[in-house]
């Protein structure tokens, strides 16, 4: 967030009345600031160099650029790494939930999702501490991969620099567990699985949970139909 405690977005989506209603809905709230709209994926990789903003909710299908392709450009410009992007679509087919986290998008919600949601999922994604949708997200995921057996264990190698607490841990973020969460399931204080999930981050490059999340699926860490251990 800025100093002033202001979220910072930008909506990105290619119809008017859409980005009019979410403008409407989210500086209704007085920590949230909307600084830019873009009709593109061009123009919302722009906005979000020039501008800055601490998210981008971005709609996948966009002309000239979609959603995707647009988080990827964002995700790995040096100037906006660090902007959040959750992608706002009317599909939840897997192969975009899945292919946007991987490109580096912090989370996915519905367009129809519930106001109390986006306003939720809004300050959870900049505060970093959860990822959007969580059960939803799991789902869809689980069965991308599940149709796709030929990703899960490629990044197997990323496990090895980790300890055996901290396998578990990532294990726990897949299953969409919070610090607290975590902390009651491995016998921990919730200041440990904080610290837990910081040196994943660290130690794996992860941008976010949303990371982590991909990483414990790619690895074969966490495999579709399998109860997540801990």
């Known amino acids: 967030m800025t100093n002033e405690q202001v979220i910072r977005v930008v909506l ?4 008017s009345l859409i980005r009019a209603g979410f403008r409407a809905l989210l500086e209704a709230e007085p920590d949230i600031r909307i600084v830019g709209e873009a009709e593109t994926g061009v123009a919302a990789v ?22 995707i392709e647009a988080t990827r450009v964002i995700t790995g410009k040096e100037e906006s790494r660090n902007v959040r992007v959750v992608i706002l679509t009317t599909f939840d087919a897997d192969e975009y939930v899945y292919d946007a986290l991987r490109v580096g998008a912090s989370g996915f919600l519905l367009k129809d999702a519930e106001t109390a949601d986006l306003l939720h999922g809004v300050r959870s994604v900049v505060r970093g501490d959860a990822l959007l949708s ?44 919070s610090n607290d969460e975590i902390a009651e399931r491995l016998v921990l204080s919730p ?25 414990a699926y790619e690895s074969g860490l966490v495999q579709p139909g399998r109860p997540v251990a801990g």
Not at 12 to 15: G, P, R, Y
Not at 153 to 177: C, D, I, P, Q
């Open 191 to 215: 200041l440990t699985a904080k610290t837990h999930v910081s040196r994943l981050l660290a130690k794996t490059g992860s941008r976010d949970r949303a990371q982590l999340v991909v990483l």
């Open 12 to 15: 990105a989506d290619d119809q």
């Open 134 to 177: 969580p059960a939803v997200t799991r789902r869809l995921i689980a069965a991308y991969v599940h149709e796709h057996p030929g990703r899960p264990g490629r990044r197997v190698t990323e496990l090895e620099m980790l300890t055996k607490r901290e396998r578990e841990v990532l294990a726990l973020v897949a299953g969409g567990l």
């Open 46 to 67: 722009r906005l979000a160099a020039d501008l800055v903003p601490d998210l981008v909710l971005m709609d996948i299908r966009m002309p000239v650029m979609d959603g």
